[in-house]
């Protein structure tokens, strides 16, 4: 528990010291909190650049995948000599290089129902799954547990952004609401066919880790309640309002 900035502290986070809606309170909140980021491929990789650059305390990793060489297009956390080393590890140890003081929990597997409750032991879920068996895993999961969820996705050119926390007020719809069911299998395209640009996961991934940040320091207007739509063809954010749905089957008697 970091009670006090230490001098090597205040100088490496000085910039968020600076800033008045962070602080050095707003830092230690910080360096105090426990993410779960689920997926170290190209959503993770920014993510989890971001998250241990600006000092959060603990970062847990699920990734139950393995370093492959068409990933480093896109998934920059990852080297060329990591190719074949589990995902979740490989990005565990830039954590390390790139702040020792950073501590990470490895869990080299595929979420399921069983081990979902490893979510309890952190204050924020943050998504960056390419598959929707787990993105709807999370959701219900984090609806139960009462735990902020960010998620991200990509496809081609584009992204989607949201905040999903029904346990902090009616206003505010968990993914079920939004997309109620699983698509069929047969009906979602895959990034090894359909292809994703490289530059446009950094982008995800880096909104994403802002918006992790805002919701741990309570900083700015919440995404929650919001869906951010991004096209990077046509180099437009777009933000449409969602609503929650009292027959939810996930978060409606929540």
Known sequence: MHTDLTDAQLERYARHVVLDEVGEEGQLKLLNAKV????????????????????????????????????LQRQTIHRLEDVGRPKAQSAADFVQR??????????????????????????????????FRTRYLLNDACVRMKRTLVSAALLR?????????????????????????????????RCETAGIFGAVAGILGSLQATE???????????????????????????????????????????
Do not use: W
Request: hydrophobic fraction near 40%; include cysteine.
């Open 212 to 254: 992790v940040l805002k919701e741990l320091l309570g900083l700015g207007d919440t995404l929650a309640g919001r869906l951010m739509l991004y096209d990077g063809l046509s180099a437009q954010i777009r933000i449409v309002k969602v609503k929650r749905r009292p027959d939810c089957p996930s978060c409606g008697a929540s």
């Open 157 to 189: 050119f584009d992204g989607q952004l949201g905040v999903f926390k029904p346990h902090a007020g009616e206003a505010y719809p968990c993914y079920r609401c939004i997309f109620p069911e699983e698509p069929p299998q047969d009906l979602i395209p």
């Open 98 to 131: 790139l702040n020792p003081e950073i501590k990470t929990d490895v869990h080299i597997a595929r979420l399921t129902q069983e081990n979902a409750t490893m979510i309890a032991d952190y204050d924020l879920v943050a998504d960056g799954t390419d598959n």
């Open 36 to 71: 779960l980021v689920v997926g170290a491929g190209g959503l993770g990789s920014p993510l989890i650049q971001y998250l241990a650059a600006a000092g959060v305390g603990r970062i847990g990793i699920v990734d139950d995948d393995t370093v492959d060489v068409s990933n």
